[in-house]
């Protein structure tokens, strides 16, 4: 079954404050929304309705997820159609219409939706009334508004995809949501328990719940593991965690070939799914031939931190016969605490032999093996 979403991300959100269009604002270290598009990213298609000036923004918010950019319209609606309309030339079977604002939505949800259509033709979240319901003229009580069969709506809206193609082709406009355009036609829209976490960001108070409900929620924790190998050839020094200590051979390599400080890089490149080093900085490239391999590192950190993750710790091995790593490992704790910003009590360098054994016993390289933990801030 070929499920597709459309995230209507066109509208221009200023009641948010903040001097963007919300969906471009940040939130938990990154922008909203960027957080929508990775709770649908296990869909195989996501088209991003957007306003045609946020293009350059889009692009880059959407870098690496399954996302076609579409220019939307003046208004909900017609953003709407204009996403059902780029799927047209190959039809998904079922379609999600989801609200850009709603960043905190599950993958329990969406999947409860999608569920949800094989009884009905349409789908969607809602939650029940459950406040006291008033009238009012200005500041003064002058009813009370039965809230019995009430319901809060919430997106994602699911649908089968020609039904409300075809639906909203028909509507005239005006409708406050799909569900309304779908049962102007006459199509049955089945609720799903929506959840409160899934809140709409529409003003400046919304930007904290929805900080504080992924801080509740979403507890991220990435753990990656580097290795990495560099055989000796002339030279009179090693660096090792970016300290130089004196040795009767140096080790080969494109860069400096820091073995340790690689082996941490590709330790954090892999806590998130980024490969590793010769994919950010290829060795064909010659502008890298002897550089510092803290380049690598702060970029992986860096990285990290842009994807609002923070370096918890690190735990590195350098397997060699020589040099004598201990002499020298509070130095490059400290070097390397520099480099990521965490606290040298955070990092473990040591050290071991191989007994004699194989490439390093023989005292043909040294070997590096690391683990590094990110925790998202």
Known sequence: ????????????????????????????????????????????????????????????????????????????????????????????????????????VSRRLIDAVVEALDRAPGAAPALPVTDALWTGAGDIVTGTQDRTGLFRAQTPQGFRYAEIRAAHAAHPGGAADDVEVARAAGLDVAIVPGEERNLKITGPDDFARAHATMKEDAMDIRLGNGYDVHRFGPGDHVVLCGVTIPHGRGLQGHSDADVGMHAVTDALYGA?????????????????????????????????????????????????????????????????????????????????????LGFTGREEGIAAIATATLVRS
């Open 1 to 104: 079954m070929d499920i597709a979403a459309i995230i209507v991300a066109a509208g221009r959100g200023t009641r948010a404050g903040g001097g963007l269009p919300k969906q471009w604002r940040d939130l938990a270290g990154r922008p909203v929304a960027r957080w929508t598009l990775e709770a649908f990213a296990h869909l195989p298609r996501i088209i991003l309705v957007i306003h045609p000036d946020d293009r350059a923004r889009a692009e880059d918010v959407s870098e690496g997820l399954p996302v076609t950019l579409i220019d939307g319209a003046a208004d909900r609606a017609g953003s709407v159609r204009a996403g059902l309309e780029a799927l047209a030339e190959t039809p998904p079977d079922r379609v999600l219409i989801h609200d850009v604002a709603r960043p905190c």
């Open 272 to 356: 998130m799914a980024e490969g590793d080093i010769g994919r950010h900085f290829p060795p064909t490239d010659p502008q890298w031939k002897g550089a510092a391999s803290e380049i690598f590192l702060r970029h992986a950190v860096d990285l990290a931190r842009s994807r609002g993750f923070t370096v918890s710790n690190v735990d590195l091995t350098l397997i060699c016969e020589r040099p004598k790593i201990g002499p020298h490992a509070p130095d490059m704790t400290a070097e390397m605490a520099r480099i990521t910003g965490i606290a040298p009590d955070r990092i473990s360098i040591k050290a071991t032999t191989s007994e004699r």
